[in-house]
T-cell receptor, first 114, second 112 residues
Framework: DTEVTQTPKHLVMGMTNKKSLKCEQH?????MYWYKQKAKKPPELMFV???????INESVPSRFSPECPNSSLLNLHLHALQPEDSALYLC?????????????FGPGTRLTVL | DQQVKQNSPSLSVQEGRISILNCDYT??????FLWYKKYPAEGPTFLIS?????DKNEDGRFTVFLNKSAKHLSLHIVPSQPGDSAVYFC???????????FGKGTSLLVTP
């Protein structure tokens, strides 16, 4: 299995809603990532988990809350988002601790905040 | 500040010809470079990579060249095929080991 899966594919939420994005991989990768991508922009790193521990938080607002329940799963909990948070949210995974950092990406969740 | 730059937003090439996608970087600490391909509604797919100790890496129709002194790399696709039409992202990593710095992407269109 060489796939990173993400659910849901699309999500529309109001500014007062609480929702979660889910990511799963079964490649034995122990590093997992959340990226945010706006239209016509490159992916921007949000969070990195290494061996289920949060190792990088790129100054992301607290309305985004990541969680790594186990080595195969990564969640992103959303609360009180703003319309400017509308974007494609990409999950990726890789083997940690290697300089050859080939990250495998999921298809993304297209989030719209109304 | 963008540390990885792809200055051509789009490129159109005829089928069978060579596609050359360019990428420049500013951070001399970057030592590993990757190319990703992205179709609409899909996540980026890893294509090919190169370490800074090499100046060329080849995989089938895809070759990446690295010029460290110029802080420039390029992806050559020969021969180009219509299925290669996608957005290509250049990415770089350095001592942090984790963070990938992406360029803005180049949209390649291969016409029959």
């Amino acid at each position: 299995d060489t796939e990173v899966t993400q659910t849901p594919k699309h999500l529309v939420m109001g500014m007062t809603n609480k929702k979660s994005l889910k990511c799963e991989q079964h490649m034995g990768h122990r590093a997992m990532y959340w990226y945010k991508q706006k239209a016509k922009k490159p992916p921007e790193l949000m969070f990195v988990y290494s061996y289920e521990k949060l190792s990088i938080n790129e100054s992301v607002p607290s309305r985004f809350s990541p969680e790594c329940p186990n080595s195969s799963l990564l969640n992103l909990h959303l609360h009180a988002l703003q319309p400017e948070d509308s974007a494609l949210y990409l999950c990726a995974s890789s083997f940690p601790g290697t300089r050859n950092n080939e990250q495998f990406f999921g298809p993304g969740t297209r989030l719209t905040v109304l | 500040d963008q540390q990885v730059k792809q200055n051509s937003p789009s490129l159109s090439v005829q089928e069978g010809r060579i596609s050359i996608l360019n990428c420049d970087y500013t951070n001399s600490m970057f030592d590993y470079f990757l190319w990703y391909k992205k179709y609409p509604a899909e996540g980026p797919t890893f294509l090919i990579s190169i370490s800074s100790i090499k100046d060329k890496n080849e995989d089938g129709r895809f070759t990446v060249f690295l010029n460290k002194s110029a802080k420039h790399l390029s992806l050559h696709i020969v021969p180009s095929q219509p299925g290669d039409s996608a957005v290509y992202f250049c990415a770089a990593s350095g001592n942090s080991g984790y963070a990938l710095n992406f360029g803005k992407g180049t949209s390649l269109l291969v016409t029959p």
